[in-house]
């Protein structure tokens, strides 16, 4: 099976820099995803990593270690509008596997 | 270009209705997948199905029947409704098994 694990809840203040992070365990792993899901909305796709390395997508960056079993999301410039769900998904024994998400509070 | 469309949005149902959920993409995605969202336990695959005509079961299948007689409907049923079916739904698509998916809005669904 599969297993990933993500910290539950972080708050952090607007104009801030959050890191999001996501281990994992899966055998044949072929992919990871980050999506993000306001309150009540459906998730939507944020970054894809497939190889090790960091994937910089405006404010929003993403990093993988393979070897590791280990990725970050990192949000730079935080704005009220990323508070938000932050949900890793894992794609190995060829299927997708999300985590629980990590609920990120932002305050003024 | 609406993507996907799930309906009804709400539904309240009584305990052992029959129920359909229904999910339209408009992508020509192949695979489509029906996930159900729960406080604590995040997203869990109920059914998926890779291509039109054949469908699998994921991770929590149990009460619950997929079809898939074309590309764009992906329509999921419960025959007898129980309250731990009481669940957000989300049906979400994408153009092969390994690609992203792309979810549609969910249907809330509550069993009394």
């Known amino acids: 099976g599969q297993n990933i694990d993500q910290p539950t809840e972080m708050t952090a203040t607007e104009g801030a820099i959050v890191q999001i992070n996501c281990t994992y365990q899966t055998s044949g792993f072929n992919g990871l995803f980050w999506y993000q899901q306001h309150a009540g909305e459906a998730p939507t796709f944020l970054s894809y990593?497939?190889?090790?390395g960091l994937e910089e997508k405006g404010r929003f960056s993403s990093f993988l270690s393979r070897s590791k079993g280990y990725s970050y999301l990192l949000l730079k410039e935080l704005q009220m509008k990323d508070s938000a769900s932050y949900l890793c998904?894992?794609?190995?024994?060829?299927?997708?596997?999300f985590g629980k998400g990590n609920q990120v509070v932002v305050i003024p | 270009i609406a993507g996907i469309t799930q309906a009804p949005t709400s539904q309240i149902l009584a305990a052992g209705r029959r129920m359909t959920l229904r999910c339209t993409q408009d992508m020509r995605h192949n695979a489509m997948y029906w996930y159900r969202q729960d406080l604590g336990l995040g997203l869990r695959l109920i059914h998926y199905?890779?291509?039109?005509?054949?469908?699998g079961k994921g991770e929590v299948p149990d009460g619950y029947s997929v079809s898939r007689a074309n590309t764009d409907d992906f329509p999921l049923t419960l025959a007898s409704a129980v309250p731990s079916q009481t669940s957000v739904y989300f049906c979400a698509s994408s153009d092969s098994d390994r690609d992203t998916q792309y979810f549609g809005p969910g249907t809330r669904l509550t069993v009394l």
């Open positions: 199905s890779n291509t039109a005509g054949t469908t």
């Open positions: 990593n497939v190889l090790d």
């Open positions: 998904a894992v794609f190995g024994n060829n299927r997708l596997a």
